[in-house]
Structure formats: C-alpha cells, structure tokens
C-alpha cells in the first residue's frame, strides 16, 4: 500500500464549477500537508502550504486536513480554464534532521470554456 | 529571479553511456533534492543533501550519484545509465528545513 493514495483522473469539469481534490494516506507521523500545482512540461509549484486539522483558505483555494481520518481535499472555487494542471498532494515528516516529504501521483484536472 | 535551472531539458541516450544533469539555483539555499515523476508513481526522491559536502540517498537511488561542492549546484550523475532510467527529473531547492520547495523545469530522460 502506497503511503498517500491519490486519484489520477482525469478530472474534466466545466469552467465556474467547484473542484474537488482529495488525498488519503496511511502515516499518521506526516505532520505537515502541501498542495502542488504542475503545469505541463512545467516544475510543480507549491499551492498550500498547511500544518493542522481543518480549513485554510486563499482565494478561490481551500485545503482541507481531516488528520483523524488521513484524509485531506483542495476545493477550487469558480474553476478557470487556467487552473487545468495536475496536482499533486504532497505530505511532511521531519526525519533525521531533515524535512521529507512524500507525493501523491497526482490529479489531472482540465476545465473546460 | 530566483530560480532553478536544470541542463538539458530534454535528453536522449544509449544505455551504459555516462552521463550528468546540472542543477543550479541562485537562492543561496542550503537543501536541495533530485526527484523522478513517473505516471501512477508521482515524485520519488533520489538523493538530498542538506549542505555543501553532505548527501543522503532518498528513496530510489540505485543506479544515481550525486555531489555538492558548492552551494549553488546539485548535479546529478547516472554512470551506466539503463532503460528503467527513463524518466522526468526535477530539482527541487529549500532554503530551510521546512520552507517552500522550489522545483526546476524538468530534465525529460530517455534511454534506449
């Protein structure tokens, strides 16, 4: 079993819809949750950034962390054509002196005009 | 700009045939990262280091080395590159322990 499961899509929707991304994993010593954006033949580029249970929101971005359940959600708002990337969930844990993180494969999303 | 610079892009090549990836970043950060990305299997860690002169390996480095003699640049290295090589590379950047990842473009990998 892999350590974060994440479903590949593809993920189509039309443009203004909401958007949602989800991730579950198996470690609960992860202690802090990222969300990635990669554009294509693009490096990923970080979205969210957050440490405990619940909400943080940034614009049209909500990520979401259930720890008591390993389960964490990206909701996009008003989908744009501009937000069709993939996107990778990603989880923290500190160990040996340094920050490792573990990644999703990652949710290919295309919003359509 | 700040940025992460990975040479070349794209590259064909033979197995057994040495070569290196550059990585360069221009952040004055201290860790740094190789990644792969395959379909279904998303970023798996290859090597970091956390500082000039120190390397670890991460999670899939057979067949990979990796040297830091200078802050600024991470080259990766396969000796006798195979065809289970082909991949997407990334090099990733961080100025602290838990600060925001910096990913380069990408080097895209073949070997025949």
């Known amino acids: 079993q892999k350590e974060v499961e994440q479903d590949p899509g593809p993920l189509s929707v039309p443009e203004g819809a909401i958007v949602s991304l989800n991730c579950t994993y198996s470690?609960?010593?992860?202690?802090?949750f990222m969300w990635y954006r990669q554009y294509s033949r693009k490096g990923p580029e970080l979205l969210m950034y957050?440490?405990?249970?619940g909400n943080k929101e940034d614009g049209r971005f909500t990520a979401q962390v259930d720890k008591s359940s390993k389960y964490i959600s990206l909701f996009i708002r008003d989908s744009q054509p501009s937000d069709s990337a993939t996107y990778l969930c990603?989880?923290?844990?500190?160990?040996?002196?340094?920050?490792?993180?573990?990644f999703g494969a990652g949710t290919r999303l295309a919003v359509h005009p | 700009e700040a940025q992460v610079t990975q040479n070349p892009r794209y590259l064909i090549t033979v197995t057994g045939k040495k070569l290196t990836v550059t990585c360069s970043q221009n952040?004055?950060?201290?860790?740094m990262s190789w990644y792969r990305q395959d379909p279904g299997l998303g970023l798996r860690q290859i090597y970091y280091?956390?500082?000039?002169?120190?390397?670890d390996k991460g999670d899939v480095p057979e067949g990979y080395k990796v040297s830091r003699k200078e802050k600024r640049n991470f080259p990766l290295i396969l000796e006798s590159p195979s065809p289970n090589q082909t991949s997407l590379y990334f090099c990733a950047s961080t100025r602290g322990n838990t600060d925001t990842q910096y990913f380069g473009p990408g080097t895209r990998l073949t070997v025949l």
């Open positions: 957050t440490y405990s249970s």
């Open positions: 280091s956390m500082n000039v002169e120190v390397t």
């Open positions: 990603a989880m923290g844990v500190f160990s040996g002196g340094y920050n490792k993180l573990i």
């Open positions: 952040m004055n950060h201290e860790y």
């Open positions: 470690n609960s010593a992860f202690q802090y």
